[in-house]
Nanobody, 117 residues
Framework: QVQFVESGGGLVQPGGSLRLSCVGS????????MGWYRQAPGKQRELVAA???????SYVDSVKGRFTISRDNAKNTVYLQMNSLKPQDTAVYYC???????????WGQGTQVTVSS
């Protein structure tokens, strides 16, 4: 059974930092393109950052220069380092794995990030 499990969310003050982690199991992690999505109340889910199986990264404009996505295939883990956090970054953050081999896709359960003073 393929699973992706997020951790690392929480409450942080504006300007602070958090690092999210997503651990995959039950599959060959390295073949997956991994993405971090977020969904704020009343808004659509949006792709925040992604990393391909080959390590190529991309970001939504609103987080460029503040967020960094990375992966460690030996640990079956993808990270999202979030710096200079703003109240508008408040959302539930979801990990997504997309198999570049067969097109299968899996979601984590989500982790809440709240940026507030």
């Amino acid at each position: 059974q393929v699973q992706f499990v997020e951790s690392g969310g929480g409450l942080v003050q504006p300007g602070g930092s958090l690092r999210l982690s997503c651990v995959g199991s039950g599959t060959i992690f390295s073949i997956y393109a991994m993405g971090w999505y977020r969904q704020a109340p009343g808004k659509q889910r949006e792709l925040v950052a992604a990393v391909t199986s080959g390590g190529r990264t991309s970001y939504v404009d609103s987080v460029k220069g503040r967020f960094t996505i990375s992966r460690d295939n030996a640990k079956n883990t993808v990270y999202l380092q979030m710096n200079s956090l703003k109240p508008q970054d408040t959302a539930v953050y979801y990990c997504n794995g997309y198999s570049e081999y067969d097109g299968s896709e899996y979601w984590g359960q989500g982790t809440q990030v709240t940026v507030s003073s």
